[in-house]
């Protein structure tokens, strides 16, 4: 019998199933992560960062919520925070001036300004935009994958049962808080607007799947665009059966007029990749990366390995990258899909398999290509999953009591085939589990007995008896199953905790007023700060500074990540020319050096003058060309005086060789993001030297005239200079900007005109797989 509640819920679901479910499921995404808009509290890992001098000094001995999450700490966080400010002050910021010397900040994708959930950051406190986002994502993954589903005809329920499992499985939840999530709630809405284009004709549906297809390249992870991308095309490839050449051609034209509409976040990112040192390193060398088949037991048990929360993992890799869990109820219910032949099931079925052969490395000679590690094909493992979840309860629900024999036999032995392997790879691991698992592997294997019986059993009972009291009730035990990852994962701190100041960054801050140069602290917190840093991570890294700075190139991780950190940028050769003024420390580390002076001293940090640094923006009279091995065997090699000399690349001008002596005096009398204006006196002719990072896009005036930007000692800027007074102006105006956004403008005039225009509905009988 179905409790009132239960009538009541039922009986609103018969009346607005697709209202309710997507009130439901936001609500669900508030229960998840709602506890982050309680004031005071802050939805972010940023206490992670209290592990490291000198936030550390304000909380010894603190232990972070979850230890793994530091990207988000020391990345995505840090830009939204950076971009909400620029924006606030009243500018698109195009360059980030507190990293890496200077690098592209709205052509690296990651940054998303052009998503629109990124958008709530730009217009509220960080702390309500960072808990709305992060609801907003998971809201926006169920949505879009009940859509889908309900537009193939599937049940609420089932349809709803497959937006709960993909909106809460694992590689969803453990990325949450990365853009590549960001990315994944795409999905769903380019597979509908992909069947939507099979079923209605005319220009709507073409400028829908290019709305989707441009969210998709807003949303900053390239790779998941692509892989997106690849999905979509095999559905619609499943799907032109029947259609007619017609509709690929379609599909093609909605692709192709999406990507043009992205042009304006896509040229840019394309420039910037011919410069990125991160790319540039993994068509080198990208090892196969992939999990063994031997962590597929946590597709069952989430937790098997442990975790970061716990600090107890002990698996390979680290969690994220291992993490595909979607529940129990998919694997009941996915050999009923695939045996009672649901629409679909089979393109689903294969898309999981080709995925987790890749994933797991069951196809390890195939390559996915150095863009794109194969570690993120987890989602479109999941994806898939959740769908033939979806379709294998809306055979029950379609068919109550009518389903063959061999369909209960097959929910059977799935039962048995989980509960066996489970078993076995327990006991084969219990020998080498880490000892004081917060959740020992016995007890995790019984939760999971019961809520894997309590989903076989309950499967069972739709096949044999119908209704939907089974459905309520299994769609409860699949939350049960994944709420303790969803639950737990992204933790809520105090707002304390959010990127504190300690007393080494406030000296900082003033030591930095006093004698204009830049720092060297923890990569990214200088923008957090208002300093101009040189140590930098993301996801792009600019190549040029990367190689002067490191010894020798491959210096990347296994996983093609930049990271610029202090130590290798103090120990580099060009450490003086960088300018890098003020040096921070943990408090047990001396440094040594005529030129190094002892400015503060306390519990949480050292700070070092550098005295030798260049100043930011200087003359020389000399220059001669290099190319870029020449270059940097010279730099390497601490064979230039770079108050005299400098390196150019390419020589766009005739080479100053003044071996008598000069003056010259320089001051910088304007300094933004996008714009630097110079005075300079000389009284020989010679190159003003800029250590801000060379890159497509910077133009120069001096005195008003044109003048040739040259790539000075590999990485810089340099502008040659008669004799005389002069005012240079450097300007940030990248041509890939507005190139791309004249493509986006035009694309979005036609995307308008095709969707004014009205199409009529195909026949649905026999047209999908």
Known sequence: MLSLPMVRFARLIGTHPDATAVLALSLLSVLVLGRGLVP?????????????PPWSSLAPGFDPANPLLTDVTDLFHPWLMFAAAEIRAGHIPLWNPHVFAGAPFFANPQAALLFPLTWLALMLPVAPALALIAITKLAAAGAG???????????????FMGAVSFMLCAPLVVWLQWSYASTLIVVPLL????????AVSGGRPIALVAVVVALAAFAGYPQGLVLSLLAASAWALSLAWGAGPSFLVRYAAGVGLGLALAAVQLLPFIEYAQYSAVLSHRSDWLPPLHASLRTAVNLLMPHYYGGPTGRDYWGEWNFNEVSASV?????????????????????????????????????ASLETGFFIITFRLSPFLAFPLCILCALGMDAVLSNPGRLALRVRAAVQIAFIAMVAIAFVSLVEDYATMRAGMKVSGAVQYVYFLALSSAVATLTLSGIWRGGVAWAFGLLAVQVASLAPLALT????IDARLFYPTPAAVSALQREAAQARGRVLMAANMAMLYGLDGVAGYDGMTPRFVDDIVKPARGTLNLLGSGYLSEVP????PVRDLLGIRHILVPPNVALDGPELVLRYRGTDGRIYRNEAA???????????????RQALDLIRARAIDYRQEVLLSGCGTSPIDDRGGSTATVAITHDTPERIVIGASTDHAGYLVVTDTWFPGWSARVNGRPATIERANHAFRSVKLEPGQHEIELRYEPASVRIGLVVSLLALGVTATLGWRRGRRRRQSGERP
Do not use: E, I, Q
């Open 191 to 198: 597979f509908a607007a992909v069947d939507h284009l099979r």
């Open 145 to 159: 994958t009940y859509v889908f589903l309900r537009a193939r005809a599937l049940h609420p329920l089932a349809a």
């Open 489 to 492: 994962y992204n933790p809520v």
């Open 327 to 363: 529940g129990l109820a998919p694997w009941m219910l996915l050999p009923v899909a695939l045996l009672t032949r649901r629409r679909g099931s089979v393109f689903f079925a294969m898309m999981a398999v080709v995925a987790g052969a890749l994933f797991y490395g069951a196809a």
């Open 40 to 52: 005071g509290k802050v939805l972010s890992p940023a206490d992670t960062l209290l592990l490291t």
């Open 569 to 572: 940028v103090f120990t580099s």
């Open 614 to 628: 260049l100043p930011r923006a200087f003359v020389v009279p000399r220059a001669r060309c290099a190319d870029d």
